[in-house]
């Protein structure tokens, strides 16, 4: 069974600075994707990034890029130039290429952004 | 930008009713998903549907749950009879197919009393 650790139940980053969360994940599959979540105090689940696993290059999406290390199955998420609106619970995702969509979801880290 | 929508935005019920979660999900998507958040904890998958069909579900998705896509534009979670577990955040989610990025609704905030 594939399981997803977050060992970080709340990270603390001041404002400007770079904070990283970690995400480790278990499968004995070769093909999976990978994903962040925000999910901000109205609770809605955004996208924040996502990671194919037969791709070598870490995904970037503007302030927010992943460091994947596949051997070690370790996916975390660095969040640059923290703003106050990236406070929120992140949630690390894994998805197989040959489940129905299931995505299984890590416990989550609270990110709290002090000014 | 298209959204999934879901209604109501929160829901109290008795215990022991039926309550019906309702979703819009994004018109060119295929693929249509339910997940549940018990306040606190991670979120779980709950279903997959695809082609009218479940896919997909997990061992929470017991026989007192259902889903349907009555029309072409929504995709209802039927909680038959209500248990006080039941209380939690349901979100419906959908992709255009079963390896794209899942967009998620809002979310449905359901209250068993």
């Known amino acids: 069974a594939q399981t997803v650790t977050q060992s970080q139940p709340e990270m603390s980053v001041q404002e400007a600075e770079t904070v990283t969360l970690s995400c480790t994940y278990d499968t004995s599959e070769s093909d999976y994707y990978l994903f962040w979540y925000k999910q901000p105090p109205s609770r809605q689940m955004i996208l924040v990034i996502r990671q194919e696993a037969y791709k070598q290059q870490n995904a970037t999406e503007n302030r927010f890029s992943v460091n994947f290390q596949k051997a070690a199955k370790s996916f975390s998420l660095k969040i640059s130039d923290s703003q106050l609106g990236d406070a929120a619970m992140y949630f690390c995702?894994?998805?197989?290429?040959?489940?129905?969509?299931?995505?299984?979801f890590g416990a989550g880290t609270q990110v709290v952004v002090t000014p | 930008e298209p959204e999934v929508t879901q209604t109501p935005s929160h829901q109290v019920t008795q215990m022991g009713q039926e309550v019906i979660l309702r979703c819009v999900p994004i018109?060119?998507?295929?693929?249509f998903y339910w997940y549940r958040q018990i306040l606190g904890q991670k979120v779980e998958f709950l279903v997959s549907f695809y082609n009218n069909e479940i896919s997909e579900k997990s061992e929470i998705f017991d026989d007192q749950f259902s889903v349907e896509r009555p029309d072409g534009s929504n995709f209802t979670l039927k909680i038959r009879s209500t248990k006080l577990e039941d209380s939690a955040m349901y979100f419906c989610?959908?992709?255009?197919?079963?390896?794209?990025?899942?967009?998620f609704g809002p979310g449905t905030r359901l209250t068993v009393l």
């Open positions: 995702a894994y998805m197989t290429t040959d489940s129905w969509g299931k995505l299984q």
């Open positions: 018109s060119n998507h295929l693929y």
């Open positions: 989610a959908s992709s255009p197919s079963n390896t794209d990025t899942q967009y």
